[in-house]
């Protein structure tokens, strides 16, 4: 009997040391992620606009299966506010980074960053003044306020007073859309006077009265361009609220439901349609084709059109139309 327990007890002592010694077995950790992650940092998210920017960038990301996020300020004048964002971004080490900068300079020191960081700067919307960006996705802002101002000065007759109000002074978008308007008007339709140019931050009620203020000041006011979808509501309520429907006319950049009922009415004679999903999608998908090595153009044109209450439900500017 003593041998029998002092065997179990040899067999337990052993049997404990290699439960001791035998490592446990672990779980394999969890896969890191594998999609590329690409975050977007827009100007704000207060217009439709954007809303079909997001559309058509979440679009591409199914379709080249990355993961992407997209954000913006609350409004486009909060520049700041944007400058932190784009720094969370890039604090994430992200694939790629797709910036539509509020300010085309004030970016720029972080654009270096990425650089250093060897991260794809896609722009889209609104270009930096840097060529650090792969490619810009965006609409040729100077061409598209060209053909607006060309739609007002038809309507004016090319003859008479006309004024501008303008999302800022400090975007790409800004900048191209006033210069471009401004420039045609003076070289093709030489009687046709600009007496005013105010910002109005892309806020609709800062610039209805500040066209409210622009109207008063000058009664032979024939003709309103406002540059992006804000500045033009802006406009038009103006115009309507002071009883000019009829006697000013009203071209608009952008869409959205307003506009849109606004143009079927007759209270705003057309707009300039961007293609915000195809900005999106392009945006994303040159940052796919950057990290594959792929060369780019410095611009990736996505186009834009004229519409009115004469093609507005066609085939080919509905699509293009968002509420």
């Not at 992620?33 to 690409?38: H, L, Q, R, S």
């Not at 007759?157 to 800022?168: K, M, P, W």
């Amino acid at each position: 009997m003593k041998v029998r327990h002092i065997l179990l007890g040899v067999m337990a002592v052993v049997l404990a040391g290699m439960l001791i010694t035998v490592p446990a077995v672990r779980t394999p950790p969890a896969q890191a992620a594998t999609k590329p992650y690409i975050p977007l940092i827009s100007k704000g998210f207060q217009h439709q606009f954007w809303q079909a920017v997001k559309q058509g960038a979440e679009q591409a990301a199914k379709d080249f299966n990355v993961t992407i996020t997209f954000e913006g300020p609350e409004s486009e004048s909060q520049v700041d506010k944007q400058i932190e964002m784009l720094q969370a971004a890039l604090d994430k080490k992200p694939s790629a980074i797709g910036i539509a900068a509020l300010d085309s300079k004030a970016v720029v020191p972080l654009l270096e960053r990425a650089q250093a960081l060897h991260i794809p700067v896609i722009g889209f919307d609104s270009g930096v003044d840097s060529p650090i960006p792969v490619t810009t996705a965006a609409t040729d802002n100077i061409a598209a306020a060209g053909l607006a101002a060309d739609k007002l000065a038809a309507l004016i007759g090319n003859t008479g007073e006309v004024a501008v109000i303008v999302h800022d002074q400090t975007s790409r978008t800004g900048i191209d859309r006033r210069d471009g308007f401004v420039n045609q008007m003076k070289a093709k339709h030489p009687n046709v006077k600009i007496v005013d140019l105010q910002y109005g931050g892309g806020d609709q009620l800062k610039s209805t009265d500040l066209a409210k203020a622009i109207i008063q000041a000058h009664p032979n006011l024939k003709g309103f361009f406002g540059a992006n979808e804000g500045s033009a509501i802006g406009v038009l309520n103006a115009v309507v609220e002071l009883k000019k429907t009829g006697k000013i006319f009203v071209v608009g950049y952008d869409s959205g439901q307003q506009q849109m009922d606004a143009i079927r009415k007759g209270t705003m004679a057309g707009a300039i349609t961007q293609n915000p999903v195809g900005i999106g999608y392009k945006c994303v998908e040159a940052a796919v084709k950057a990290l594959k090595g792929e060369k780019l153009p410095k611009f990736t044109d996505t186009g834009f059109f004229w519409y009115d209450k004469s093609n507005i439900d066609s085939s080919k500017i509905a699509p293009l139309l968002y509420k």
